[in-house]
């Protein structure tokens, strides 16, 4: 199994449906928040069941929405089959997207997923679909040498919050025994120092510079706001 097949069924990484529909509405009022005007087009690449992402479309004119598990494509356009304003993307739709015509890209939590030579390309890529001015927001990156306690430590805290405190010590340990684990530990997750993020971000054209916060509950990783370079 890889990540893919891994994304593509149920998994263990929420531990109930409060964390769930919790985490997803943090990240898309995170999302709405870095939405600079109403005409925007926007793309959520890696965007997950993305569960709220009718707040980021009421600030957008078009939510694009690509996830490459076709599962998750499946759940997402029963969920916003009705909203105008969302498009749920296949992989041979998100290669239409007009060059040029996205004023911001989202991937949040992706980039430990892709291997170096996945994220270059996917680098390309949305450059070439950024208008001149466009902004690319990379979140959720795990830096180098992580330790794993910072994760839990950040998980029980948003828990602590969220009211899903005990719910979250069961999901821990069922992590722990979890094919998660076992493929984190087998396949690795992909980190990248901020140093290094952004020779390779400048290589392919853009300037970035890392925000004070990034946008889910852990705050052990970092987020990159980046500008196509003029
Ligand atoms: C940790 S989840 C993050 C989901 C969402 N962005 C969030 O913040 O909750 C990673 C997602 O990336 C998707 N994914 C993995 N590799 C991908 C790729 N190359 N292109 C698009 N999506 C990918 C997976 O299917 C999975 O849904």
Known sequence: MNWRDFWNRENPIYVNERHRVLHYDRIARGIAELIDKPDWSVLDHGS???????????????????????????????????????????????????????DMIVANSLLQYLSHAEFETLLDFWRSKLKPEGKLVLADILPPGANPMRDVQALLHFAWQGGFFFAACAGLVATYFSDYRQLRSNLGLTSYA???????????????????????HNQSRMMMMARVKG
Request: charged letters at 25%; hydrophobic letters at 40%.
């Open 48 to 102: 997950g069941e993305a569960l709220s992402s009718d707040i980021v479309a009421r600030r957008c004119a078009l939510l694009y929405l690509f996830d490459a598990a076709p599962n998750v494509q499946g759940k997402q356009r029963i969920r916003f089959e009705n909203n105008e304003r969302i498009i749920v993307l296949t992989n041979e739709s998100l290669d239409a997207i007009p060059d040029g015509s996205l």
């Open 194 to 216: 901020e140093s290094d993020l952004r020779v390779l971000l400048a290589a392919h054209g853009f300037e970035a510079t890392r925000a004070t916060q990034n946008l889910g």
